[in-house]
């Protein structure tokens, strides 16, 4: 599957922002339309899906849980389908944001990333 495949698959199961826009008045119009929507939903998942990530990893080194790598992959796949999101709120695709990414980070860090 292609970055750009997984994220059409994904948007499959998105849901629908203008009910959202129009249940929720206290973000004001200014928020009203589809993309803010979406952008702001995946935004707020992103950041849930990488504390619960952290999370497990925190059990694991300060409490001596079990690492549970089943479940991290599974984290790392939540944070895929909102980064698909938030790449078709933003009218670019996930293959587009992977190589704008190598791209930087090859100007930035021509040999590879030093202190």
């Known amino acids: ?10 948007l499959r199961t998105d849901g629908d922002y203008d009910f959202y826009a129009a249940a929720n008045c206290r973000l004001g119009s200014h928020w009203a339309g589809f993309d ?15 504390g619960e990530l952290q ?15 089943v479940n991290a992959i599974e984290e790392v796949g939540d944070l895929l389908w909102y980064a698909s999101l938030a790449c078709e709120a933003l009218g670019t ?3 587009d944001a992977m190589e704008r990414n190598i791209a930087k980070l090859q100007a930035r860090y021509p040999a590879k990333f030093e202190d």
């Open 55 to 69: 999370d497990a990893l925190k059990k694991h080194i300060f409490y001596g849980r079990e690492f549970d790598q």
């Open 93 to 95: 695709t996930l293959e």
């Open 1 to 10: 599957m292609t970055p750009n495949e997984y994220q059409q698959a994904a």
């Open 36 to 50: 803010k929507m979406r952008l702001l939903h995946a935004s707020v998942g992103i950041c849930t899906e990488a």
